[in-house]
């Protein structure tokens, strides 16, 4: 079956440190990825996507993605984190298979940042 | 720009009673996706819609229905209600999925 896993459900770090919240995916083919933040509240938020080209791709708000295809992770990261970055991060797969497209979502992570 | 509207923002339903939830997509997105998100079940996918046409539909009873306007605008209806159906319902509108959604700020349903 087709899954994209987030296997912390929170993740606690000190403000000013890095932060990485991970994201690892089971799906046939290639498909794209997606970041989205959802802050109290209020809908979800798109940070990033990769589709194709450099691993490495950058988004909203100082937010980062690495893209993994050997390991099939997404890891979402931030050099310093900020208090205001704490929300709930959503990864998501895109993917197209035989005319059919399917959007799956992880099942989130609290991020903390504690001052 | 507007972003994805939804209406209304809050709602209290009794058990039995029906209720209509309305989305307005982004101007010049057709597809709009909604999802159905509970802290025990997390974000669950309901159906998408793309240029008024069904493309896709999610693990739900067919007391959840929906439908899409020529002018993209969707509305998700869910009859019947249940204690189980209190949830935030998200609407999302797209271009294409593959370019990523915006969502809406949502419609907070407390069936009581």
């Known amino acids: 079956a087709q899954s994209v896993a987030q296997p912390e459900d929170q993740v606690n770090v000190a403000e000013g440190n890095p932060l990485t919240v991970k994201c690892t995916y089971s799906?046939?083919?290639?498909?794209?990825l997606f970041w989205y933040v959802q802050y109290p509240n209020r809908g979800l938020q798109f940070l990033l996507k990769y589709i194709t080209g450099d691993n490495l791709v950058k988004g909203s708000y100082g937010f980062e993605a690495e893209f993994n295809k050997s390991q099939t992770s997404f890891h979402l990261k931030k050099p310093s984190a900020l208090v205001s970055d704490s929300a709930l991060y959503f990864c998501a797969v895109s993917l197209t298979t035989s005319g059919t497209y399917k959007y799956i979502f992880g099942t989130g992570t609290r991020l903390k940042v504690l001052a | 720009k507007a972003g994805v509207t939804q209406t209304p923002r809050y709602l209290i339903k009794t058990r039995g009673q029906q209720v209509t939830l309305s989305c307005s997509p982004i101007s010049g997105h057709r597809s709009v996706s909604w999802y159905q998100q509970t802290p025990g079940q997390g974000l669950q996918f309901l159906f998408e819609?793309?240029?008024?046409?069904?493309?896709n539909k999610g693990n739900f009873p067919g007391r959840f229905s929906g439908r899409q306007f020529s002018n993209s605008r969707s509305e998700m209806n869910v009859s019947t209600l249940e204690l189980g159906d209190s949830a935030l319902y998200l609407c999302a509108s797209s271009i294409d999925a593959n370019y990523g959604y915006t969502f809406g700020s949502g419609t907070r349903l407390t069936v009581v």
């Open positions: 819609y793309f240029s008024e046409t069904q493309r």
């Open positions: 799906v046939s083919g290639n498909p794209y």
